[in-house]
């Protein structure tokens, strides 16, 4: 360390460095380098110091030392809590090095993490410092009320409390009891949609007036960490769901061929053992061939349901266009199916994904909605398919609690497609589905080979 000037001459090139001095402190260095084009001399240093006293200038008028200082912390706080949200595979540690972070950074006496539930309560888990003990990994409060969490939980948007004794619901009165005086909180978002809240507080004065503006930084790692795992759980939780259709699936056909097609086979092996009996006696055997015959068709049909359920012989056959109108036709139920007579055909997966679209959404209305009328519409455009299956029913489906759209949304997913699902209750239900496919020209040409 040194208070005046320091040249470094060599190799053909010179360096000159002059140091930055803040409110009569070391703050930083001004540096300049040239080559042999350039000589050096006390000039250069005259010009370089009193460059470094503008740029020192500027550091105090536009900021203090320490929130430059501040500044380059959080910079490196920052920087390593995104590393650790990159590196972990360890959520909670995160979380507790966030909380932790933000804590000493903003010199609060406590720091929390939480999440907003279905049922209008906040649970609490990461935490830091002595508020922070107050509401323990895993406390579940009502969210109501005028406290920070309460605030977020109602508007969605950055909250503070500057008079916590004065706001009102069960985490304001425990945290008042604590010793709270003030507090900041910014929300947590996950795919768009409100999910949690960071906060801060503090036993002292009100917290400084850029308190979210900096919490909202490390809020937003937070967001991205959280979006990962529930993205990754999600896939899990599909990949589960899937493998259980598939078992359903088997398990379904097994019992329908067990107590459908075999007890009709057995039927028909009795009719033709009492036809042989007869021929052997002379009698006339007209009777129980009839009987046998009756008993096969019956087989026949019978294999051809369950057919349909895995994948109708019509789709590979026909494709889509024909294939939906069949199933339109054998609903039992009205249905208004908008579909041109020359739809191209799709890859095999997508067709049967999108039959299964409308068999679902016609299931749906037959069983749930309470609808008269089912209006099935099916487009191709430059992306892909488009389905929208709307009823006039009385809405309110939620795939929360039906396996079938569950599953619905599992299925395309797995082919690369999509579904929305609108169904206000009292308004009917909209079902809006997007499959991956080849353009309109492709298509074409693949339906007319």
Same mark, same amino acid.
């Given at each position: ?20 001095r ?9 540096i ?5 084009? /350039?000589?050096?001399s ?17 550091v ?14 959080e ?13 972990s595979?360890?959520? $909670? ?5 966030? /909380? %932790?972070? &933000?804590?000493? +950074?903003?010199g ?10 279905? $049922?209008g ?13 107050? @509401?323990p990994?895993?406390? %579940? ?16 948007v ?17 945290l008042?009891?604590?010793g709270?005086?003030?507090a900041?909180g910014?929300?947590? %978002?996950?795919?768009?949609?409100l999910w949690?809240?960071?906060? /801060?507080?503090?036993?002292d004065?009100p917290?400084?007036? $850029?308190?979210?503006q ?6 937003? !790692? ?17 990949r ?8 359903s ?5 097994? %019992? ?12 028909a092996?009795?009719?033709?053992? !009492?036809a042989?009996? @007869? ?10 061939l009839?009987? !046998?015959?009756r ?12 057919s ?6 019509i ?36 067709? =049967? ?10 299931t ?11 209006t ?5 455009d ?9 009823? $006039?029913? &009385?809405?309110?489906?939620?795939c ?25 209750i =009292? ?7 997007? +499959? ?10 693949r339906?007319?080979?």
């Open positions: 360390m040194t208070d005046g000037p320091v040249w470094k001459i060599g190799g053909g090139r010179w360096h000159l460095g002059v140091p930055l803040a409110r009569g402190k070391l703050w930083g260095s001004v300049a380098s040239g080559d042999g084009t /350039v000589q050096p006390a000039f250069t240093e005259d010009r370089l110091a009193a460059f470094g006293g503008v740029i020192a200038a500027a105090v008028n536009g900021r203090t030392v320490e929130e430059v200082d501040r500044l380059v912390l910079q490196d706080s920052l920087r390593y809590v995104a590393e650790k949200v990159a590196a595979t360890d959520p $909670d540690e995160v979380f507790d090095i966030v /909380v %932790r972070e &933000v804590g000493i +950074l903003s609060v006496q406590g720091a929390k993490l939480l999440r907003y539930e279905t $049922d309560t906040a649970t609490f888990f990461a935490g830091w410092g002595p508020l922070s003990g107050t @509401l990994t895993g406390t %579940r409060l009502p969210a109501r009320g005028t406290s920070v969490t309460g605030r977020i939980w109602a508007t969605g950055p909250s503070r409390v500057d008079d916590y004794p004065s706001a009102s619901g069960p985490v304001a009165k425990l008042t009891s604590a709270m005086k003030s900041v910014v929300p947590i %978002r996950v795919n768009g949609q949690g809240a960071f906060a /801060v507080g503090s036993s004065a917290l400084p007036p $850029d308190t979210e900096h919490l909202a930084k490390y809020a937003g !790692l937070v967001s991205s960490l959280i979006g990962n795992l529930v993205a990754r759980q999600a896939l899990l939780d599909s589960v769901r899937l493998v259980h259709a598939a078992d699936t088997r398990q379904r056909i097994e %019992r329908d061929l067990h107590d459908g097609v075999q007890q009709r086979l057995i039927a092996k009795m009719a033709a053992s !009492l042989a009996d @007869l021929v052997r006696t002379g009698e006339d055997p007209r009777e129980a009839v009987a !046998l015959d008993r096969l068709s019956d087989a026949i049909e019978q294999l051809r349901d369950i349909r359920g895995i994948h109708p012989s789709l590979s056959e026909g494709g889509l266009e024909p294939a939906l109108r069949s199933l339109a036709r054998r609903a039992g139920f009205p249905v208004e199916l908008n579909i041109d007579s020359d739809f191209p055909r799709l890859e095999p997966f997508l067709e =049967g994904a999108a039959y299964f679209v409308v068999s679902e959404a016609i749906n209305a037959i069983k749930h909605s309470r609808a008269s009328l089912i099935i519409r099916v487009r191709q430059q992306v892909g398919v488009i389905i929208i299956a709307q009823d $006039d029913g &009385v809405g309110g489906a939620d929360a609690h039906g396996s079938g759209l569950t599953g619905l949304i599992d299925r395309l997913e797995a082919v690369g497609g999509s579904l929305r699902i609108s169904s206000p =009292g308004d009917g239900t909209t079902l809006v589905a997007r +499959l991956p496919g080849p353009s309109i020209h492709e298509g074409s040409r339906g007319q080979e």
